[in-house]
Structure formats: structure tokens, C-alpha cells
């Protein structure tokens, strides 16, 4: 099949999740498809400046071309337009406004798929709240499949997308949950549907890979045992606020002592306390050697459509404790029966304790995690729903 | 393992978990004077599932106190600040440039720390807005089974 993915950034070198999933699933479809990535420039999830340069290039095996940005994202324009159309039911153009200056704004890219769309057999869009699935997947509908990554964030209560998820021809989901909410929000069933989440690689089983105890492989980062560990972003949106606020009141009020291990880079200040450790951004193998010895995985997150950081910490059979508050993180959690959810400091201090007091049930509950990444995310797994899929639409569309 | 037979249940310790979370809170709020209804620990969970129930659904689409309070621009918070000018077309624009240009940036603290609070109280609004919704809801249907058995 020819196909194009459609995404607002690509790169080896960018971490947004969105973006990993289309690179990582652009790199496999390419084996056996003919894959072509449409993108921006930009590089910069913030300001969306342009950084690559335009036109076609090859990257990792697969053909990507570049459309410019034909503006930096207006970031008080963006902030007041949010305030707005989020709090009150402001007119269609306002919301249409929004994913406007959302960006990033790349009419290049638009007139492309009016111009070219017809060569591709089929058309995935990442992403529904940028201005390249927005704007450009009506252009192809008939031939467009989307993934959504939507999260229960005030973004998926636009009025206008209720209108915007009837077009797509097939959806990509990452869970149930998010499958659940984009349908609610088209007022019906959405077919061809496929829940495919992410793909994961095994990893050597935790006596295979080492003869040593845990606390002895990852001694050369100086972590007192036990810790919970955090890993990526650090950052409000992700909840981190909230979970300093919770474990700080956690020690204080006589939990079980236990370190916090922050591993990705800081976007927001990190509280100054004995019991906090900020490592920054982390290379793989130091990541792997903290997910080695965590007692649990803490994900605080309230929006999430699909949480990597669980599935990596499962991938290692670490029992993970998450923001119960999020439907996402919490059904994937009762799915994979592999690790507790809070809803306020009282359950996430009870949650944390209980953990760290029942070493060999924790332990159990991050081997059930992993058997659950073992069902439903490894690679063989996902690639054959996402072809199956494919073919169902395609067939459709003839 | 199989998923049919856990060798632990989530579900079982997360229950147990809340169960003596909710025992705790309990009686705290009692200890600093909360009602005596609540020392009933089904009332509490009860109370506990209204609200809970309420704050689950804050959506502003999903309220209808809003619809029925009248012109917005009598109640409602917002946060975004619009810099205009009641003057004519060139001073206004003048009067305007020199707000976003000069007295922005130097009011910027001033205004982020305003704004991060506007738009926490207009979730509390909404919160309450849930739950007196809740709340009405919950009444409305005793009505109406009350209704039913007085038949």
C-alpha cells in the first residue's frame, strides 16, 4: 500500500509521545508499505520555530518531506483564545481559531494533500488538537485514518469535534478509554476502529540480565533503597506538582521512608528536600538500571491517552502506583492488574506504603504487568491490528 | 500467571486500601466538628459517593446552573485579560499598544499570579456547580419515588 503519516513534528531526535508512536509505527508499516511522512520543520513543541529544512530527506529508512511553519506559535494570543473557547461555549470560528493558533500552522502542508492526497492509498493523522490533523484530515477524508491520542483534557469538549469525528475513514486507538471518550464525543460508534496502544520490546528477564540484586546494579547512581521512581518530563502538566505536594505530605506524616527519583528533564522547579532526587535527563542504560531497582513507578499524570513510562516500567516488572483520577491510567492498571491508583494524598500515601511494605506481593503485581505487556504491546501484537485495520478501511474506501 | 487467576488482586488491596482511607477521614472530620450524620460510616460513603460523583463531571458543557443564571457577563470569571481602549481609533490603538508594550511586561507577575487564581475559583464554581447539580438530581428522583409510593 502507499501510505502517508501525517504529523505535527518528526524525528529520531524528538521525545513527544505522539510523535514516537508515528515514527515508531512509520519505521514498521515501511517494511512492507510504501510510507511517506508529512510534517512541519518544527522541532520545538512550544513555539513550533522552524528548525529543519523544508523539502524531502530519509530518516531511519523512511521518506519524510518537510513543510515550513509560516509562523512562531503566538503564545499570548494562544493562552487568552484558550481561556476563552475552554470556559464557554464560544462560536465555531473561535474554536476553529483555536487549533489555528494551536499549530502548527503549515498551509504548505494543506495544499499537498489537496494537490497530492489521491496518490496515497491511505492517509494516518496523529493527533487531533494540531492544526495539521485538523485542518488537513478533512482534506483527505474519505482515505484518512486517525489517531487520536485524546485525553479527557477541556481540548476534547470543543463543540466542533463532534463534526470533525464523524470524518475519518478508520481510528487508531491507544486504549479502550480513549476509544470510549472520542466516540462519546461523536455521539456514536466510531468503525472501523482498532485498539492498538504502543509497541514495546521485551526485556531480558530481570534474573537474566543480571546475577546481582538490584540495589547492587544501580549502586553507581548513589540511590539509597527503596525508591519510587518518576521518569519523563517533569513538568505542572504531568502532574508533578501534585505528586511533590503528595509525597512530601507522605513523609511528614509518618509514611514508610522512601526516596523520590525524578529521571527526565525539569520544566517546572523541583522542591528542595533530602528525600527528592532530580537526575535530569537520563541515557537509556541509567534508565534501565533505576527501572532495575524502583519499588514502583509512580505516573501523576491526569491526562494521558496512553502512559509509555507504565508500559516501560511494566516491561521490567515494576508495580506502578498512578493518578486514579485519570481514566486511562487507571483502566490500564485494572487491566493489567499491576499496580495500585490514587485519588488524593491519603490513597497515594496508603498506596505507597502498602508497596513498600509487601515486598514479594509487589513484586508479583509488577510480573503481572509485564505479563499484561507481554498479551497486548509487543510488536508482532500491534503490527498485525494496525494491518488488519489498514486493509479493513482500505477495502471500505474501494 | 494467567490474568483468570491472579496470584494478587489489585482490585481486593485497592479496596481494602479505601476502605481504610475512608475510615481515617472520617473520623477526623468528626473529631474537628463535622456533623454527627457522618459518624453513620454508610451516610459517609454515601456523601462521599455524591460528591465524588459531582466532581467527576465539572465539564462547563455538561452544567446547567450557567444556562439558567442569565447574561454571563454578570457571573461569570474570566481569566483572560482584553486590553482595550474606549477612545477613538488611533488613540485607542496608541492606548493599546503602549498597555501590551509597557505596562504588560511590568504587570506580568502581577497578572500570572491573578490569572493562575481566577482560573483555580472558576474551577471551584464549577466544582459547585457539579455538585449542587448532583445534589438536585439525587432530590428530584426521591420526589419522585416518594411520589410513587404515596400512589
Redesign the interface.
Known sequence: MKLACVVHRYGADIAGGSEAHCRQLAERLAAHHEVTVLTTCAKDYVTWANAYPPGRSRVNGVDVVRFPVRRPRRLKVFADLTDEVFDSRAPTERQEAWFRENGPETPALLDHLRAHGAEYELLLFWSYRYYTAYFGLPIVAGRSVLVPTAEEDPAIGLDVLEDYFKKPAGFLFLTPEEEELVSRRAGTRLAPAAVIGAGLDPMPEPHEASAEPPAARRSDSSIPDPYLLYLGRVDRNKGCHTLFEYFEQHLSEGGLDTTLVLAGPAKMPIPVHPRITALGFVDDALRDALLGGARALVVPSPYESLSLALLEGWNHSVPAIVNGDCAVLAGQVRRANGGLSYRSAREFSAALDWLLAHDREAHVIGSQGRAYVDREYRWPTVMSRVDALLAEVCRRSR | ?T?GD??????S??SQ??D??RA??REELLQHGASPALEDPRVFADVERVL?DAT?RT???ALLLPELLGD?ATW???????ISSHRGALAASVIRGMKQRVLMPVLRWLFEYSHDNF?RQ?RVNQVLFACVQELAIENAELRRDLAALRK
Open positions: 500467571m490474568t491472579p496470584a494478587v488482586s489489585v482490585d488491596i485497592m486500601l479505601q481504610r482511607v481515617r477521614l465524588r467527576s465539564a462547563a458543557r454571563p461569570r470569571l474570566e481569566p483572560a485579560l482584553a482560573v472558576q
